[in-house]
């Protein structure tokens, strides 16, 4: 049995610039971080040649062509494994949130079925395969940052070329500064679930239009990880998060909606200094960054949950192996 832990993460800014019809023409950057929340994948042989797969039904079938789960179905096939394997996932965090959860599954599935062909691969292969089977093979909307981020761990400033490859300069903060990221971000659910494609279908149609914008968030991750590393974790972190998340709305019409823009209205005039929906939009988690004598407050404005959480230094990896 071969268990694999891969974190979710949180993006700062720069989503939209890892869509490939915008890199490719102009290079694209974020800045994220991974988080102590967690997809597991558990990898099993099973007794005979059958393919078992539980996540959120179960299905078992004869050959992998067969699987409707298509990440589960793609995987396999690129590892090369036919059958007589049992396949479980469990989440810390439910999909739709905003946190890249199914390129974290991805990202955990390649490890999983890696080691169980006895194979340890690099986070550099983790992360272009999950590319490979959601970008390239299954044809998803979608960017590069959340493959890498599940595959590295911690937090970095990824830089997307226009050749197709990805830079990954890691942030070191140091005791002080992690311990104020812990108590000055203020993780919020709305409850809200959404489909990410159908927000990135639309982000990626408004690619030509909307390149004023997408160039503003590239570059405020460059101005992000210049802060983080000369200067810190400090109030114009918070700053540039309202920043960002102001010229993100103008990419796609789905990205925000009347409850959410009530939220962070709310969240600002209760004392948070600025935050953001996390992920494509539509849904899921409100980051802010917040002082902590007015969390209380922000928290009664909103009337939504608090998730606690710490950055994670860790990417995917095993955690058992029988």
């Not at 679930?193 to 914008?213: C, H, P």
């Not at 409100?286 to 990417?315: I, M, N, W």
Request: proline share 2%; aromatic share 10%; hydrophobic share 35%.
């Amino acid at each position: 049995m071969i268990i694999t832990k891969t974190p979710l993460r949180i993006s700062f800014t720069g989503g939209g610039t890892d869509l490939p019809d915008y890199y490719t023409k102009n290079g694209g950057a974020v800045v994220s971080c991974g988080i102590n929340k967690y997809i597991y994948i558990t990898v099993n042989k099973k007794f005979d040649d059958r393919i078992r797969a539980s996540y959120s039904k179960t299905e078992i079938v004869d050959e992998v062509k067969d699987l409707h789960h298509e990440l589960i179905r793609e995987c396999m096939k690129l590892v090369g494994i036919k059958g007589g394997i049992e396949i479980t996932s469990i989440a810390d965090i439910p999909s739709g949130t905003g946190l890249g959860s199914s390129s974290t599954f991805t990202v955990g599935l390649l490890n999983a079925l890696h080691t169980y062909n006895g194979y340890s691969p690099s986070a550099e292969e983790l992360a272009q395969q999950a590319c490979e089977v959601e970008i390239s093979i299954l044809k998803h909307p979608i960017g590069k940052q959340d493959q890498y981020a599940a595959a590295y761990g911690g937090t970095n400033y990824f830089k997307f070329n226009q050749d197709g490859t990805v830079e990954r300069h890691r942030i070191y903060l140091d005791d002080s500064d992690a311990r104020l990221m812990r108590q000055k971000l203020l993780l919020l659910y709305t409850g809200i679930t959404r489909d990410a494609n159908t927000i990135l279908t639309e982000q990626k149609q408004n690619t030509a239009s909307k390149l004023e914008t997408l160039n503003f968030m590239r570059d405020q991750a460059g101005e992000m990880y210049r802060e983080l590393t000369e200067n810190g974790f400090t109030k114009h972190f918070g700053q540039m998060l309202h920043e960002g998340w102001l010229r993100k709305q103008q990419l796609a019409s789905t990205i925000s909606s009347g409850p959410i823009n009530d939220y962070y209205q709310k969240a600002i005039e209760a004392g948070a200094i600025g935050g953001k929906l996390l992920g494509a939009g539509g849904g899921g988690f409100l980051l802010f960054y917040c002082d902590e004598d007015k969390q209380s407050a922000v928290e009664k404005a909103t009337g939504l949950p608090r998730t606690y959480f710490h950055p994670s230094l860790r990417g995917s990896r095993v955690i058992f192996f029988a």
